[in-house]
């Protein structure tokens, strides 16, 4: 049976993420959400072995093939002296075959970060490591330097590490008004998956869907700040959405949107993709499902979202827009069946 472009598409990033979440029946697992015999789902294995996505660790078991690059930036020797040199030398190689709204996302992602260690950190050296797979990239980027919580702390005299972490993650913070927004780190942690800040014994955590979390970890004498930043491979998500999306909150909204592309790769097909998207949405009273760049979602998905989550909280509006015909139809069949 063949396949679009778009569905085959799906099928193999699906696969790829059961294969990450190392799913002991994956061809089983694939079959069924898509409907499709496991004979397909086996030679788009073979393909993906063959083309080095993933290797087969033994029968029925695989794992994605993922490559390491390591660079130590040194102040001595002028490496952080601009933000360009650390892109071009350490990120930009690794990511010039991506889409170009990917490529946007790191180029700024990237710089805002190497701008806070060269221009607040006090540190000599920094550390960059680039782990990559066929599905996402992941960058850290560790320093010697002062640490940026405890910075903040003493700057504008709160009386604890967790105060300045909120008040940093708020947006427009900063120790230095007269050269920066203090925006960076806030609209970087929303353009990523996943962002972590590790510094002075805290770890400050935000996701794609949202969630930030402050955490403590036993040893809180290392020195200096780690920033931690992954992002899908396929994200649809764009530098300016992110700005647009955040640039009247206050905090007291009671209205939010939720743009799927940002959170899916492809279209969604799933349960358990649903109730992620789910999470901390009866904090609003009006919900937003903007489908606009996807072609279509699955009835587990439809179903969870608008028939059970909808009348487990029947005081909170959702509202789809952007819809296409064919995600239009499995809306409609949920919703009447």
Not at 159 to 169: G, H, K, N, Q, S
Not at 237 to 260: C, H, S, W
Not at 267 to 277: D, E, F, I, W
Not at 309 to 337: C, G, Q, R
């Given at each position: 049976?063949?396949?679009?472009?778009?569905?085959k598409?799906?099928?193999?990033?699906?696969?790829?993420?059961?294969?990450?979440?190392?799913?002991?029946?994956?061809?089983?697992?694939?079959?069924?959400?898509?409907?499709?015999?496991?004979?397909?789902?086996?030679?788009?294995?073979?393909?993906?072995?063959?083309?080095?996505?993933i290797?087969?660790?033994?029968?029925?078991?695989?794992?994605?093939?993922?490559?390491?690059?390591?660079?130590?930036?040194?102040?001595?020797?002028?490496?952080?002296?601009?933000?360009?040199?650390?892109?071009?030398?350490?990120?930009?190689?690794?990511?010039?075959?991506?889409?170009?709204?990917?490529?946007?996302?790191?180029?700024?992602?990237?710089?805002?970060?190497?701008n806070?260690?060269?221009?607040?950190?006090?540190?000599?050296?920094?550390?960059v490591?680039?782990?990559?797979?066929?599905?996402?990239?992941?960058?850290s980027?560790?320093?010697?330097?002062?640490?940026?919580?405890?910075?903040?702390?003493?700057?504008?005299?709160?009386?604890?590490?967790?105060?300045?972490?909120?008040?940093?993650?708020k947006?427009?913070?900063?120790?230095?008004?007269?050269?920066?927004?203090?925006?960076?780190?806030?609209?970087?942690?929303?353009?990523?998956?996943?962002?972590?800040?590790?510094?002075?014994?805290?770890?400050?955590?935000?996701?794609?869907?949202?969630?930030?979390?402050?955490?403590?970890?036993?040893?809180?004498?290392?020195?200096?700040?780690?920033?931690?930043?992954?992002?899908?491979?396929?994200?649809?998500?764009?530098?300016?959405?992110?700005?647009?999306?955040?640039?009247?909150?206050?905090?007291?909204?009671?209205?939010?949107?939720?743009?799927?592309?940002?959170?899916?790769?492809?279209?969604?097909?799933?349960?358990?993709?649903?109730?992620?998207?789910?999470?901390?949405?009866?904090?609003?009273?009006?919900?937003?499902?903007?489908?606009?760049?996807?072609?279509?979602?699955?009835?587990?998905?439809?179903?969870?979202?608008?028939?059970v989550?909808?009348?487990?909280?029947?005081?909170?509006?959702?509202?789809?827009?952007?819809?296409?015909?064919?995600?239009?139809?499995?809306?409609?069949?949920?919703?009447?069946?």
């Open positions: 049976m063949k396949f679009n472009e778009e569905k598409r799906s099928i193999i990033l699906y696969l790829l993420e059961k294969v990450q979440q190392e799913d002991e029946e994956l061809s089983k697992t694939v079959s069924q959400v898509f409907s499709v015999n496991q004979n397909t789902v086996h030679t788009y294995i073979n393909e993906l072995i063959e083309q080095n996505v290797r087969r660790v033994r029968r029925g078991k695989y794992e994605l093939i993922r490559q390491a690059h390591y660079y130590r930036l040194k102040r001595a020797e002028g490496d952080l002296d601009t933000d360009t040199y650390a892109y071009d030398h350490c990120l930009q190689p690794h990511i010039s075959g991506l889409d170009e709204n990917v490529r946007r996302i790191w180029s700024y992602s990237f710089s805002e970060m190497i806070n260690v060269m221009d607040h950190s006090l540190a000599e050296n920094a550390n490591a680039i782990e990559q797979d066929y599905l996402r990239t992941e960058v980027i560790a320093d010697d330097g002062v640490g940026i919580f405890e910075k903040i702390k003493e700057y504008f005299g709160f009386a604890t590490l967790d105060e300045a972490i909120c008040e940093l993650f947006g427009k913070l900063t120790t230095d008004a007269k050269n920066h927004s203090g925006e960076g780190i806030f609209f970087t942690s929303k353009m990523m998956d996943d962002f972590f800040i590790v510094s002075s014994g805290k770890i400050f955590t935000n996701n794609k869907f949202d969630n930030s979390r402050i955490m403590n970890i036993a040893s809180k004498n290392i020195k200096g700040t780690c920033v931690i930043m992954s992002l899908s491979n396929f994200t649809h998500k764009r530098p300016q959405e992110i700005f647009d999306l955040y640039a009247n909150v206050d905090g007291g909204f009671t209205r939010t949107k939720i743009p799927m592309k940002n959170i899916f790769d492809t279209s969604p097909v799933s349960r358990s993709q649903a109730k992620r998207v789910c999470n901390r949405l009866e904090k609003f009273q009006e919900v937003v499902i903007d489908f606009e760049g996807l072609q279509w979602m699955g009835q587990g998905f439809a179903h969870q979202l608008f028939v989550f909808a009348n487990e909280h029947p005081d909170i509006s959702l509202v789809p827009i952007n819809m296409n015909e064919d995600i239009t139809k499995m809306y409609n069949h949920v919703m009447t069946s």
